[in-house]
T-cell receptor, first 113, second 115 residues
Framework: AQSVTQPDIHITVSEGASLELRCNYS??????LFWYVQSPGQGLQLLLKYFSGDTLVQGIKGFEAEFKRSQSSFNLRKPSVHWSDAAEYFCAVGAQGGQNFVFGPGTRLSVLP | EADIYQTPRYLVIGTGKKITLECSQT?????MYWYQQDPGMELHLIHY???????EKGDLSSESTVSRIRTEHFPLTLESARPSHTSQYLC??????????????FGPGTRLTVL
């Protein structure tokens, strides 16, 4: 079965600073990886996903993520954070063969003015 | 943009009441899910469905039940609500062919408070 860890529970950055949110997964085969964002009181919105091909994936709102198989990681990055990026970020892994999505515990991002 | 709806968005109810949380999607997706999420915490899968007349329990044990009589509709029912059921409930769906390897589309959630 697959699993996901997000080592950082809460991150605070200043507006305009760069951001990297960490995600590590455990799965025996090629994973299907996702990043979702959740604003307070809302559902989850997909930021980006990786299935195959180019390991650097571009998403919405200026986010990107890089799949590194050797490190079992799929870290999310943004070069310049905006105050509206303050939210909860979830990494998720899907797998073929009947297993469902597994979500990480989430990282809460706070943005200082 | 995905079209998946949940009603009500907020519900405050007394202990012992029966409640049904509604989830509908207009995308013709076969696979649907219910997650439970406590504030600031991770999502836990409580139910899922592969299609009409298919329902399965998820990873987290739940006293709720679900039904799937129509493709677009996946309601969740609590026969007797308790304070421990206070949580946010998120519904999601996925196209059939790609199942769990494709994007899950989420509804806005129902925040349930049981007094």
């Amino acid at each position: 079965a697959q699993s996901v860890t997000q080592p950082d529970i809460h991150i605070t950055v200043s507006e305009g600073a760069s951001l990297e949110l960490r995600c590590n997964y455990s799965y025996g085969a090629t994973p299907y990886l996702f990043w979702y964002v959740q604003s307070p009181g809302q559902g989850l919105q997909l930021l980006l996903k990786y299935f195959s091909g180019d390991t650097l994936v571009q998403g919405i709102k200026g986010f990107e993520a890089e799949f590194k198989r050797s490190q079992s990681s799929f870290n999310l990055r943004k070069p310049s954070v905006h105050w509206s990026d303050a939210a909860e970020y979830f990494c998720a892994v899907g797998a073929q063969g009947g297993q469902n999505f597994v979500f990480g515990p989430g990282t809460r991002l706070s943005v200082l003015p | 943009e995905a079209d998946i709806y949940q009603t009500p968005r907020y519900l405050v109810i007394g202990t012992g009441k029966k409640i049904t949380l509604e989830c509908s999607q207009t995308m013709g997706h076969d696979k649907m899910y219910w997650y439970q999420q406590d504030p600031g915490m991770e999502l836990h899968l409580i139910h899922y469905s592969y299609g009409v007349n298919s329902t399965e329990k998820g990873d987290l044990s739940s006293e709720s039940t679900v039904s799937r009589i129509r493709t677009e509709h996946f309601p969740l029912t609590l026969e007797s609500a308790r304070p421990s059921h206070t949580s946010q409930y998120l519904c999601a769906s996925t196209p059939r062919d790609r199942g769990n390897t494709d994007t899950q589309y989420f509804g806005p959630g129902t925040r349930l408070t049981v007094l």
